[in-house]
């Protein structure tokens, strides 16, 4: 529809201003078709799959999709994107008992199938417009953290974070300073998997890139690509682009051979 259309059903804009072939979720027309287009799904699905009822759930787009950029800058999305966050989401007991949901430990991990994924900002120099970029880590599964330097924290089954009552908005210091808590706990489960052998000298959390060779004889010190090996231990290229807990940016993936961590450059375990 909106690339025969463009004027009735306008596209996405990236920050230079260029449409992309993806339709902007801001535009009412948009919504309508789409809502037009699913009900219409649903009705068949319905209809042809009504006695052997083969499809038992059907699951609505959950990601933005939105490339190259974090997010749409269309005039209508620029528009929406600068009102002030609805202040009945600040309010104390916003989210309800109910929404709040007790899971165990394990659920932190990132590779969990139950595990909740969201997004913050990770406050280098380079964000603009206060984006959220998307980040892969855990922020934590549904339920009462104690975060130190904060206290105790709730999260909500939809992601949200509510300190003190109050629901804490993406980017901001708390939500920044929560998310880094889980995320290097992650990273330390990881490192530990990593046997001594293979880490730094007086180090828990780095591996030693030097024990780490390609076929060559090269380590990842002196390249950016390729796969070392160091017994069963196999080091290659993580280039995902993803940051870790420390603001570094993830280089290496290492494992065993399934992929156990993430390193950066100089060989810290920075995830999962």
Request: without cysteine; hydrophobic residues 35%; aromatic residues 10%.
């Amino acid at each position: 529809m909106g690339k025969t259309k463009p004027e009735k059903y306008p596209r996405v804009k990236d920050d230079k201003n260029k449409s992309h072939e993806i339709v902007t979720p801001f535009s009412e027309n948009n919504l309508q078709a789409d809502l037009n287009a699913f009900k219409k799904l649903m009705n068949h699905i319905k209809e042809f799959d009504q006695k052997e009822q083969t499809v038992i759930m059907i699951q609505v787009e959950n990601e933005i999709g939105m490339l190259p950029t974090a997010r749409d800058y269309h005039p209508l999305a620029n528009e929406a994107f600068k009102k002030e966050v609805p202040k009945e989401l600040f309010e104390p007991g916003y989210y309800s008992e109910e929404e709040i949901i007790y899971l165990p430990s394990e659920y932190l991990n990132p590779y969990h199938p139950d595990t909740i994924s969201t997004t913050y900002a990770n406050g280098d120099s380079k964000q603009k417009d206060g984006e959220i970029r998307t980040m892969a880590f855990p922020i934590a599964a549904a339920g009462i953290y104690m975060i130190p330097g904060i206290g105790q924290v709730a999260i909500t089954a939809t992601g949200g974070l509510i300190v003190a009552g109050v629901a804490v908005s993406a980017g901001s210091w708390i939500y920044n300073k929560v998310s880094a808590y889980f995320s290097e706990k992650a990273a330390k489960e990881a490192a530990a998997k990593i046997p001594k052998s293979l880490k730094k000298s007086g180090s828990s959390t780095t591996v030693d890139l030097s024990k780490f060779k390609d076929k060559f004889g090269k380590t990842p010190l002196s390249k950016t690509s390729g796969t070392f090996k160091n017994g069963k231990w196999v080091i290659t290229k993580d280039s995902a682009g993803h940051i870790g807990y420390d603001g570094t940016k993830k280089a290496w993936k290492i494992g065993n051979p399934k992929r156990v961590g993430s390193l950066n450059k100089n060989g810290k375990v920075i995830d999962e």
